[in-house]
């Protein structure tokens, strides 16, 4: 991971367009080809940034960061670059699901036909080069669908289905993969940005799938 934090302006190209004024600011560039640019306020939440597919571009005091699909473009304009540094953080092990998060993987892998008659699993935890998908799974028709799974889904949850999405659908023997995102209680906010991804959410009842109530063991 690259670290640098300096004085800049950023400009975001392409359905949209966005613009930073000049003021100090830290960008990330990881391992996986995404950039982001963060403020110190907001929390996490940079206040832009490229997924991968993206090529990094440095000419002089502007930096271009290009999508390799779609051809949106971030420019950084640095004015002064505080500080540069890199480093190798290594293969992360990926997160731990608390007990429920856990359980309702387990559960939902077992009884993989409660997102839809026909369903079956492929498996539990898939690799990827960013981390485990939760679920990966089949459709009735055929097709290939990624499972994210959380006790509450929030936007940061959508974002992570997001890349793993970007990844699978790079795989050939996989493609097209398409997103369901499963949680006890779901935000409307992720809702409305799940839509926009072309990701369906899921809501689980934690206590049905336990078989608490056994004559109504479905999700809705």
């Not at 960008?27 to 991968?52: C, E, Q, T, Y």
């Not at 480093?87 to 731990?96: F, M, Y």
Request: hydrophobic share 40%.
């Amino acid at each position: 991971m690259r670290l640098v934090i300096a004085r800049c302006s950023v400009d975001y190209i392409g359905r949209l367009t966005a613009h930073l004024p000049m003021a100090p600011r830290l960008v990330l560039i990881k391992a996986d080809g995404s950039v982001s640019i963060h403020a110190d306020d907001r929390a996490f939440k940079p206040l832009n940034w490229m997924n991968p597919p993206c090529k990094l571009k440095e000419d002089g005091e502007t930096w271009t960061v290009t999508h390799g699909k779609t051809g949106e473009k971030l420019v950084l304009t640095m004015a002064e670059i505080l500080h540069d540094s890199s480093h190798e953080l290594g293969v992360d092990p990926g997160l731990i699901k608390d007990g429920v998060e856990a359980h309702l993987q387990e559960l939902l892998a077992e009884h993989i036909t409660t997102l839809g008659d026909g369903y079956s699993l492929i498996r539990r935890e898939y690799m990827t080069a960013i981390g485990p998908v939760d679920i990966l799974c089949r459709d009735g028709g055929g097709g290939t669908v990624a499972v994210e799974i959380k006790r509450r889904g929030e936007i940061d949850g959508v974002e992570q289905l997001t890349r793993y999405l970007e990844l699978l659908n790079r795989d050939p023997l996989l493609a097209p993969v398409r997103g369901v995102f499963a949680a006890q209680e779901i935000k409307p906010q992720a809702k409305v940005l799940a839509a926009d991804r072309g990701i369906d959410c899921v809501t689980l009842d934690y206590a049905a799938m336990r078989g608490i109530e056994p004559e109504n063991p479905t999700l809705f």
